[in-house]
Structure formats: structure tokens, C-alpha cells
């Protein structure tokens, strides 16, 4: 059966939309329900989501399912949340330069949750998956309650490392007018740049991911941003 094409994902689909695959009857009441009712969750979260913001595209959201799947699975977390609440989880986005920053998770979990209501989902599983989504975001500094929401945040996290994490990255820096890179000494005014952000992030998405899977999943990411950072300083002269 393609999973992708019963879902009424279509041809819409992410290059990288494997996480249906993802996922057996056994972790759900009924597979054929879930997949259309996910084909209905990524219909609604892409028409809400048309803002423009590279780093929080659709494609996003699919990696941060393929995580959560992978992740739900190893941990035993319930399927059923997590996958919604990926899909779900960045529905309002708020710059990530704006004082508002911090709002946005809860933001995003009211709008998720007026449309699950709507859509007749479970008043559990609403619940569960606005946790998840309100927890999600490191400024929001809300601490996840439930092995889901744990899922959830790490999911998301982790793509924030890797070749992603560092694309996603520059674009953020150049949509809100960060330096790439700035010499070392040297004044600027535009706070930091691309690389030290990444220099002063990555350690801080490593330590706090919460679940053991999470953990060593980020192993090789946060390697490759690290890498990364090493190549630019020596490109820049600062490394020899
Ligand atoms: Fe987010
Ligand atoms: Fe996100």
C-alpha cells in the first residue's frame, strides 16, 4: 500500500515524507484511520503555515515526524501523539528575533487545539498533543511533562543539528540580517553572527535533548556542525 498516496498527501508529499512508513498497525487502533487523519493534519498545517519562513517550511515538519517516529519507536512513546504533534507543532511562527519569541509554542498549540476540537479528535489526545506542542520550543522554557512531549521536543531539536541544522541556520541569519562571520576584535552591530550563534546553540540543543535516542542521534549531527564551524574559521584564516 503507498501510505503517502492513501493519506491524501498525494503528490504534495516531502521529498523526505518517509515517516508513514514509519509506522505499523500495531501502534495505532486502526492504520487506514490515522493515515487519512494525518493526510488532514499536513493539509491544514501547510495551508497555515504559508509565511515564507525557509527554515520552518514543510519540509521541516516532515523531518521533525521522521525523528519523532524514530524516536517514538525506540522509547515507546504513543505514535498517535507524536506524529500530529510534529505536524502541528510550528503552525505560528514569531521571528526569532522578536520579544514575542517565547510565545509562539503557545500560540501554536491554542491554534492546533481550536482545530483538533473542530475536527472531533479525542479531548485526551488534544491535550497531549498541545503539551507536546507548547513544550517544544527552547524559549518557551516549558518543561515537558510526558515521554511524548520529550519526543517531540528532541525531534525537533535535532533538526537543528547536521546538514539541516546548518542551512536552516544560515537562512535564519540571513532573513533577520546576521553577519555570517565576523572577525574576531572587530565591532559590529548587528549582534552575533551565524557562526557564533552555531558555535553558542549547538552545545546547548546537545545538552538539553531528553530522551537516550535523542542523545545519541545528535552524536554525528552535532559533529557535522562542528566540522562545519571549523572548515568556515579556517576558510577565514582564524585556524591553521
Ligand atoms: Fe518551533
Ligand atoms: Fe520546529
Redesign the pocket.
Known amino acids: 500500500m503507498d501510505l503517502r498516496q492513501t493519506s491524501g498527501i498525494g503528490s504534495n508529499a516531502p521529498p523526505c515524507g518517509t515517516f508513514l512508513d514509519l509506522i505499523d498497525a500495531s501502534q495505532v487502533d486502526n492504520l487506514e484511520a490515522f493515515i487519512l487523519e494525518v493526510g488532514r493534519i499536513w493539509i491544514f498545517s501547510k495551508a497555515v503555515m504559508l509565511d515564507g519562513d525557509l527554515a ?1 517550511d514543510e519540509n ?1 515538519l516532515a523531518r ?1 515526524a521522521v525523528n519523532a517516529a524514530i524516536l517514538a519507536n525506540a522509547e515507546g512513546a504513543a505514535i498517535d501523539v507524536v506524529i500530529p504533534a510534529a505536524l502541528l ?2 503552525l505560528v511562527n514569531v521571528p526569532k528575533n522578536s520579544p514575542n519569541r517565547e510565545r509562539a509554542s503557545k500560540l501554536s498549540a491554542r491554534v492546533a487545539k481550536e482545530w483538533m476540537h473542530a475536527e472531533g479528535f479525542d479531548e485526551n489526545r488534544v491535550e497531549a498533543v498541545a503539551h507536546c506542542i507548547e513544550a ?1 520550543s527552547m524559549s518557551a522554557q516549558i518543561a515537558p511533562q510526558t515521554l511524548e512531549a520529550k519526543v517531540v521536543q528532541d525531534a ?1 531539536r535535532l ?1 537543528a543539528l547536521g546538514s539541516h541544522g546548518i542551512r536552516r541556520a544560515i537562512q535564519v541569519g540571513d532573513q533577520i540580517g546576521r553577519s555570517f562571520f565576523r572577525s574576531p576584535g572587530i565591532a559590529y552591530s548587528n549582534g552575533e553572527s551565524t557562526i557564533e550563534h552555531l558555535k553558542r546553540r549547538t552545545p546547548l540543543v546537545v545538552n538539553g535533548l531528553q530522551t537516550a535516542t535523542g542523545k545519541a542521534m545528535a552524536v554525528q549531527a552535532s559533529a557535522q556542525v562542528y566540522k562545519f564551524i571549523e572548515q568556515i574559521e579556517h576558510a577565514f584564516g582564524l585556524l591553521h
Open positions: 520552518h521541516h521533525v507543532h510550528d517544544h525537533d533538526d
